[in-house]
């Protein structure tokens, strides 16, 4: 938005280092972050503009977002969802939202009231495999991938706060690029002039389930902030079937909140300075009493975005995380490890600049750092006896440091882009520690510090051949390390045990991808992409023995398939589909052997998702929501399968008075019975039909 204002006082430097504190591990230096980044916004609502007559007018360019993507962007596989349907899914859950986009997916079909925090790894293409990320999923430029685990901690992601998630598939070579071995998922926080004044929403469901949320985005002078909180809590649905309970089992009970305040100011009449704090609280009960997990975080960042001649941006980011989790026995239903806390502590930041070298190039010349270091703390007991039997603890940290170039070249009708990065990765400080029930050491490793050098390129055409119709097609390489989880945590899901591994290497992505996009008219638009990606020395969750598993680089995953994309906005109705086939195999020999030419775990072939929407009049908006999600193997070896699945949601949202709307949410509304775990038989199912029932305040400026 371009507002009129009076002289700016700047901020002293001490102020904003006042706000980015160094960051550490210590559990007692964990609270500064936020109280951090709550003093640094705080400076938002006392720098008001100096009062200064003489003072010349100035046009000041307020947006709150990062500057505008390059036209290369549409090169890639793209699509974007915008606020309305995020704020608009029957879940209200973001994960819900993204399911619009056919191939994403998380390691399991459960969504973030029901499943373990540490299987929320993002991922699409159906390159999955394991419960890391191989999406790099940002926040306002900033990676949200859990330090430790890899996981995107999307309970404290409300949907509402956003005013767009933009999804590209295939490799990433620019900021924060080692990470999108399958894509990217940017989400944009919305501004003050996305928002009204306030918005507020109350819900409640058939099981007496509660949710409650609220944004407050005042305008502060020539800057704004926004403040935002949710809360949701609920006894929650059985994840075992009713033929398998025993006397321990018990409803998959949940209760989070997340907070989130930002401000944006003006320092010149074309730079602003963006800060944002975020904390969230999760805990979660699956299938048997005591079998309890929690996650927790505190983020601040800060952002300068620069819009004039020479645009720029500068970002740093502190991150602090901690996860528990207690896994019961399914045999005799009592504690056989409490895995009692995970800290961990990620930093970062990037400078980017667009040198202006002529109306028909973009360059973006950057460089990024991404750190991580997180320990693990966890106590082994006997099922018979109920004491400890071993007391271990696990961690390390790993950077990496990337440089990176991109251009975009216009010549008439054709793009030309192409980008380079070169990262410097280090896997340092991993070590192994196990100790008796008397405190004595049995086990004490220390693992060899590793790094090295790795490129990555993209490149891509565009061609406008006119009549609405663009033919694509782009290369790409890609890379990302191991997590610590992967690389020094052991984890079990009962009776499943899965080792780590200190020698995992890096992954390595390779691909190529072709598509057109057509629209002959206004609101109306299709595309189609053919692509073939392998990730190369991915990790995979190999079986090694009865109940045993352990992280090991495969020689790839290979996926070749096809996205189909089709919308139309023609007047009151709205139609948006999406489609992804994928023929996805796993590459292995040697130890790994017994994998080769299967499938990956929990990667389906065919995913789609369409969604039929209503407008008849202002504030009125009805829309149905059909998902299909097919066969997945539970494992590797491919004995148990997770059938294929079609749901129906729905939304509605009625004006009562001015401001004030009914809301109804419909998920699941066939209640099918959605598997999203199978070990040998015993079952995990995902939401059943579930009614939601609510209020909608909105108070415009």
């Given at each position: ?22 960051w ?13 980044s709550?003093?640094g ?22 947006t ?6 390059p ?10 969802i ?41 991922t ?20 949200m ?51 009204g ?106 952002r ?84 400890v ?33 070169a ?14 029930a ?55 899901v ?48 190999v ?18 398939g ?6 139309a906005?023609?007047g ?24 080769n ?22 504030g ?69 039909r ?12």
């Amino acid at each position: 938005m371009r507002v009129q204002s009076h002289a700016w006082r700047v901020p002293r430097a001490a102020d904003l280092c006042h706000f980015y504190p160094v960051w550490a591990a210590s559990p007692k230096r964990r609270h500064l972050v936020l109280r951090s980044s709550l003093a640094g916004i705080a400076f938002f609502g006392v720098a008001q503009p100096a009062l200064a007559d003489e003072a010349p007018e100035q046009s000041i360019l307020v947006t709150g977002h990062a500057l505008q993507e390059p036209g290369s962007a549409i090169a890639y596989d793209e699509q974007t969802i915008e606020a309305e349907r995020l704020r608009t899914s029957a879940s209200g859950r973001l994960e819900d939202a993204l399911s619009a986009v056919a191939g994403f997916q998380q390691f399991r079909r459960s969504d973030s009231r029901s499943a373990n925090p540490t299987s929320q790894g993002v991922t699409l293409r159906a390159l999955g495999g394991n419960a890391s990320s191989r999406s790099l999923v940002l926040l306002d430029g900033v990676p949200m991938a859990d330090p430790s685990f890899g996981h995107v901690p999307l309970s404290a992601l409300a949907p509402e706060r956003l005013a767009q998630a933009r999804v590209t598939r295939g490799g990433g070579a620019g900021a924060f690029g080692a990470g999108a071995v399958a894509g990217t998922i940017e989400l944009d926080s919305a501004g003050a002039n996305e928002l009204g004044l306030f918005e507020g929403e109350a819900v409640v469901d058939d099981r007496g389930e509660t949710g409650l949320s609220g944004t407050l985005a005042p305008q502060l002078g020539s800057g704004f902030a926004v403040a935002s909180a949710r809360w949701d809590r609920g006894q929650g649905f059985w994840t075992t079937p009713e033929s398998q309970r025993v006397p321990a089992s018990v409803r998959a009970a949940y209760e989070s909140w997340s907070a989130s305040l930002r401000g944006v100011a003006p320092l010149t009449p074309d730079v602003e300075l963006q800060a944002r704090g975020m904390a969230y609280d999760d805990h979660r009960t699956l299938r048997f009493s005591g079998a309890n997990s929690t996650s927790s975080g505190q983020d601040a960042s800060l952002r300068l975005v620069g819009h004039g001649a020479w645009p720029f941006e500068l970002l740093g980011y502190v991150q602090a995380r901690d996860y528990s989790n207690v896994v019961i026995s399914a045999t005799n239903f009592k504690k056989t490890l409490d895995q009692r806390a995970t800290p961990s502590t990620g930093w970062g930041g990037k400078a980017e600049l667009r040198p202006p070298v002529g109306d028909d190039h973009t360059l973006r010349l950057g460089a990024d750092l991404r750190g991580a270091n997180g320990t693990m703390f966890e106590d082994a007991y006997s099922t018979v006896t109920g004491k400890v039997t071993a007391r271990r603890s696990a961690g390390g940290r790993n950077v990496d440091l990337g440089v990176y170039a991109e251009d975009d070249w216009r010549i008439g009708a054709l793009t030309l882009t192409g980008g380079a990065r070169a990262d410097r990765w280090s896997i340092a400080n991993g070590f192994f520690r196990e100790a008796n029930a008397a405190g004595a050491i049995t086990t004490n490793n220390r693992f060899v510090d590793r790094a090295g050098w790795a490129g990555s390129f993209r490149g891509g055409a565009l061609v406008a051949l006119g009549h609405g119709l663009t033919l694509r097609g782009s290369a790409y390489s890609g890379l990302r390390q191991p997590t610590l989880n992967e690389l020094y945590r052991p984890f079990t899901v009962f009776p499943v045990t899965t080792r780590a591994n200190a020698t995992l290497g890096n992954e390595r992505l390779v691909g190529f991808e072709g598509g057109l996009d057509f629209a002959p008219v206004d609101g109306l638009r299709f595309t189609f992409t053919a692509f073939d990606n392998q990730v190369r020395h991915a990790i995979a969750n190999v079986t090694i023995g009865t109940n045993l598993r352990e992280r090991r680089n495969v020689d790839a995953i290979r996926a070749k398939g096809v996205e189909l994309g089709a919308s139309a906005h023609l007047g009151t109705v709205s139609f948006d589909g999406s489609l992804a086939w994928t023929d996805a195999k796993v590459e292995a020999s040697g130890a790994s052997a017994a994998l080769n030419g299967k499938r990956p775990a929990q990667t389906p072939k065919l995913a789609a998702s369409a969604t039929l929407a209503w407008h008849p009049h202002m504030g009125w908006r009805m829309a149905v929501t059909v998902k299909h999600v097919g066969m997945q193997y539970e494992d590797d070896l491919q004995i148990d399968t997770l059938a294929a699945a079609t749901t129906l949601d729905a939304f509605v949202e009625l004006p009562l008075r001015k401001g004030v709307s009914l809301v109804l949410r419909g998920e699941n509304l066939t209640d099918v019975g959605v598997v999203t775990r199978n070990v040998a038989g015993s079952i995990d199912l995902g939401t059943p039909r579930t009614l939601w029932a609510g209020l909608r305040v909105a108070l415009p400026r």
